[in-house]
């Protein structure tokens, strides 16, 4: 599968389903091309717009289906569920653009956007800036990081330190959630 598939895939699954973000992906490029993660952190934009439609439409559609799947994915409790779609009632489609910066996902936002009766045009607007400002910067910052102190490391010890940062962040994550 070409990568931009990949970058896609992975966008549009994590805004759905999945729980490990696109980010892993882009970082793990931007150790060796900041050029193409950046490229890269296009499509993974347009995947998780895919999914963030997705996610809107059921939440107009079916909030507690949809709740109920969101309950099942690994770091989303009750607590959390309650605490975006409150976040969403109050400060309506902007709650998307600060919530994943504070490791609430995505998709819970885009459930309880179309549950509220939120614009997906807006949604849609926000969720642009929301999504891509993250992807980018991680992957500019880590190519600046790779190409910067990191860069008589070998290849093979990069990919070891780029491995135990993720695992050391979702068992943080998964432990904090």
């Not at 696109?22 to 490029?29: A, G, K, N």
């Not at 193409?36 to 499509?43: I, K, P």
């Not at 059921?58 to 975006?84: Q, R």
């Not at 910067?148 to 490391?153: D, F």
Request: proline share 4%.
């Amino acid at each position: 599968m070409k990568l931009k598939y990949l970058a896609a895939v992975w966008g549009l699954a994590e805004a759905t389903v999945f729980f490990i973000v696109p980010d892993v992906l882009l970082t793990f490029l931007a150790l060796k091309d900041g050029k193409r993660a950046t490229l890269l952190s296009f499509w993974t934009l347009g995947g998780a717009l895919v999914g963030g439609i997705i996610m809107f439409c059921w939440g107009v559609h079916d909030k507690e289906a949809a709740e109920d799947l969101l309950s099942e994915i690994p770091a989303i409790s009750p607590a959390m569920l309650e605490k975006v779609e409150t976040q969403v009632e109050e400060a309506g489609v902007k709650a998307a653009f600060v919530g994943p910066l504070t490791g609430r996902p995505y998709k819970i936002y885009a459930t309880y956007a179309g549950s509220c009766g939120e614009s997906l045009g807006i949604f849609l607007l926000i969720s642009v800036p929301a999504r891509l400002l993250r992807f980018l910067i991680l992957a500019w910052l880590t190519t600046a990081i790779a190409k910067g102190p990191l860069r008589k490391v070998k290849g093979g010890s990069k990919n070891l330190l780029f491995v135990a940062i993720w695992l050391s962040f979702y068992v943080w994550y998964f432990g904090a959630m």
